[in-house]
């Protein structure tokens, strides 16, 4: 583990443990016991004169040395007192199991505070946690029931659900667990830090997150990077999605930070896969122990390419259509590998991916291995075997055993990637499981799960390519609480325009002014109110549109002369193809967000939408408007033209390089981009631009109160 400050090597591989209370301290105890921990054990009772056989010790001062970790099983208060104690001692990380901090209220979160302060620079794991289990080393800094066993090298699995982790050492999938972290609230260690220690463990093979929240996007970004580019792949299971989730997630624990679709766009920054089921979740981080990222096509849009073998048209049915569900590629067989299935499979079988074999070779391991090996050097990124061996207590398995058998051997003939997956998730029993395990074939359980995990481990291979991306801006540190202004759309337009955003010809009017300066633009024109703080001007009627003559916008001007004194008449721009919608604003938690969608007076409506973090990219800006259900517009549909894309990504890059520049800006809209046809550019129809005010003073340096 890294030296330094709050270096978590002592606290995850100690030498000694400190284990204070009564119950739940003699639990912890029985569990380093039981995982073969050969440290020392120092139980602290200020009564007690043993637990478990042990000899107490009476406080801090008195144990024997300073302590690598401790576990604190005692009320809330009391572990204030103990972490400023041990951190005085120079101890090198405490658990903190006791609730009653931040997830209960403004008093918990002052004794939370209070905690912090206590611990200095030592690191704290929780409070409001169970612990954790290190499996690699053997240590149990928990004293509720685990259902883990030693290895040698496996996935870490940080989660702020107690119950979620302890369930997944439960699992009867023969997922190998290097560490559980139940990080609970998070309070002086986050889960940045915890990444960042498990990365200095060659041992963990992947990194699985359940997450409730992401409090500091920033430090979650560096550290999901670091854990990209040193190829340990992360995986999140991240509650909170839904209205009801978020509120249930609030209320238990006090680390739910951030909008979901924040996260999102920060999980795909930051190459993190995000799967929504916890059997996916288990089932990715299994493939991902073997295999690691899949490489993938080099086109990072390219979907990820299997092929699969069954002795069933109907499983080969079902798994096309799953695959088809979660954008796996299953793509036809290269001529080689089809001439040698034919010459194995006889001219009954149809030669396609994804592969009947029938049972014309069923039984007979030779032909299979055959069969299998054809497949393997297909150059897929991964190949997949359906198999559900049949129940011992029942029947007979020797055909299963023999195709498994092949399906092995094939792969020590080949080295491809290669899974065996059960259609049902008891389709392959845990012992078959750890068999395939030590041959290096991801044993994956039910069909569904197994295909998203696959796209996942894909999506991870993709972002490996792109891993130079720089991180999210973030919220901006200690930004004072300021008056905000909006501009009229006429100053919003001049500002974007100088960074390169087309606007249509325009010209501001008082009422009697409005008829001469539409004749000098140009007929149609459009009339607008022209007032700030009008965010949404059709709502109150403040637009009028193709107006063809001066009549007209006299007529158009007087009728909205209760919503304004100035108007903005601007020549209209025909022909658009689409009209997008192109947002920017700062969240409190995540920063300076991008959105891009469908847009006009249907946006809310329509709801097609992809955010970003900034900084952006012009290939992150391509392929969320290509992730649109509008892009087909923009590409041209059904005899209409194409839109100019190229105009349209620039206009966008022009925003987001406003925004760069001007970190003042809390929100901006733009809307709608009209998008023209191909090579007539983009043009902005509409601006909403709110920022903080410039300061102003009272003369003697004081800023003005809002």
């Given amino acids: 583990m890294a030296p330094g400050a709050r270096s978590l090597g002592r606290l995850l591989n100690p030498r000694h443990i400190a284990v204070y209370g009564g119950a739940s301290a003699a639990a912890a105890v029985r569990r380093c016991r039981a995982l073969g921990f050969t440290g020392e054990l120092w139980p602290v009772h200020p009564r007690r004169n043993h637990i478990e056989g042990l000899p107490c010790h009476r406080g ?11 576990f604190l099983a005692v009320p809330a208060e009391a572990t204030v007192e103990i972490l400023a104690e041990l951190a005085g001692r120079g101890a090198g990380g405490a658990v903190c199991h006791a609730s009653g901090f931040a997830e209960d209220g403004p008093r918990g979160a002052a004794l939370e505070d209070a905690l912090r302060a206590a611990a200095g620079e030592m690191p704290v794991i929780g409070p409001n946690c169970l612990g954790v289990l290190n499996y690699l080393d053997g240590t149990a800094l928990w004293s509720d029931q ?106 238990h624990t006090s680390s739910l930070a951030g909008s979901d679709v924040l996260c999102d766009a920060l999980f795909r920054r930051a190459g993190v896969a995000r799967v929504a089921e916890i059997g996916t979740f288990v089932e ?110 029942l029947c007979e398995d020797d055909a299963w055993s023999t195709a498994l058998d092949a399906f092995v051997a094939a792969h020590r003939r080949t080295g491809a990637p290669a899974c065996v997956v059960g259609t049902l998730p008891e389709g392959v029993p845990e012992p078959v499981a750890r068999r395939l395990l030590s041959e290096g074939i991801a044993p994956l359980q039910g069909l569904a ?19 130079d991306r720089g991180l999210p801006h973030g919220a901006r540190a200690g930004r004072p609480a300021r008056r905000e202004e909006m501009l009229d759309e006429h100053a919003g337009k001049r500002e974007l325009a100088g960074h390169g955003l087309s606007v249509p010809d325009s010209s501001v009017a008082r009422p009697g002014e409005a008829a001469q300066a539409a004749r000098t633009l140009g007929f149609p024109v459009v009339a607008k109110a022209l007032a700030a703080g009008t965010a949404h001007k059709s709502e109150v009627g403040g637009v009028r549109l193709g107006l063809a003559d001066e009549k007209a916008v006299e007529e158009a001007v007087s009728a909205m002369t209760g919503l304004a004194d100035r108007f903005l008449i601007e020549r209209m721009v025909p022909d658009a193809v689409a009209e997008l919608l192109v947002g920017v604003h700062h969240d409190p ?26 900084p952006t990219t012009v290939t992150e800006i391509e392929d969320a408007l290509s992730s649109l259900r509008i892009w087909p517009l923009l590409r041209g549909f059904r005899g209409r033209p194409a839109g100019d894309v190229h105009a349209a990504v620039a206009a966008v890059q022009a925003v987001c390089a406003y925004v760069e520049d001007h970190p003042e800006v809390t929100e901006l809209d733009v809307n709608p981009l009209l998008v023209l046809p191909e090579g007539r550019g983009a043009v902005a129809a509409d601006v909403v631009l709110r920022r903080v005010a410039p300061h102003r003073n009272n003369g003697n340096d004081e800023e003005e109160s809002p």
Avoid at 60 to 70: F, H, I, N
Avoid at 373 to 386: F, I, K, Q, V, Y
Avoid at 449 to 467: E, F, L, Q, W
């Fill in 60 to 70: 801090t001062a008195d144990l024997p040395a300073v302590p690598d970790a401790a």
């Fill in 146 to 251: 685990h259902g883990g066993v030693r290895t040698g090298s496996g996935v870490a699995v940080i989660t702020q659900s107690g119950n979620i982790g302890q369930n997944i050492t439960m699992q009867r999938r023969a997922l190998p667990l290097a560490y559980l972290i139940n990080a609970g609230n998070g309070a002086v260690t986050g889960v940045p830090e915890l990444i960042e220690a498990l990365l200095e463990d060659p041992r963990v093979t992947a990194i699985g997150l359940h997450l409730e929240g992401i409090a500091d996007p920033g430090g979650f970004a560096r550290a999901a990077l670091a854990a990209l580019r040193r190829g340990v792949p992360l995986v999140a299971l991240k509650t909170g999605s839904s209205e009801l989730g978020a509120q249930t997630a609030m209320s």
């Fill in 284 to 393: 990715t981080l299994k493939l991902l122990h073997v295999h690691g990222p899949l490489s993938g096509p080099p086109d990072p849009a390219g979907r990820t390419r299997i092929t699969s073998a069954s002795c069933s048209g109907g499983e080969a049915a079902l798994l096309a259509d799953t695959a088809q569900r979660h954008g796996v590629e299953l793509p036809a067989l290269p001529e080689r590998s089809a001439a040698r299935l034919r010459h194995v499979l006889g001219d009954k079988v149809s030669v396609r991916n994804p592969l009947d074999y029938h049972t014309y070779i069923w039984g007979d391991f030779h032909a299979q291995q055959e069969c299998f090996t054809a497949l393997l050097e297909a150059g897929c990124d991964m190949n997949a075997l359906l198999l559900d061996i049949p129940r011992a207590d």
């Fill in 449 to 467: 799960d197994c295909v998203r995990a696959i796209a996942a481990a894909g999506r991870i291979g993709a972002a490996r390519r792109t891993a």
């Fill in 589 to 614: 938690v995540f920063g300076p967000a991008l959105t891009m969608g469908a847009g006009g007076v249907l946006v809310e409506l329509v709801r097609d939408t992809a955010t970003s973090l900034l």
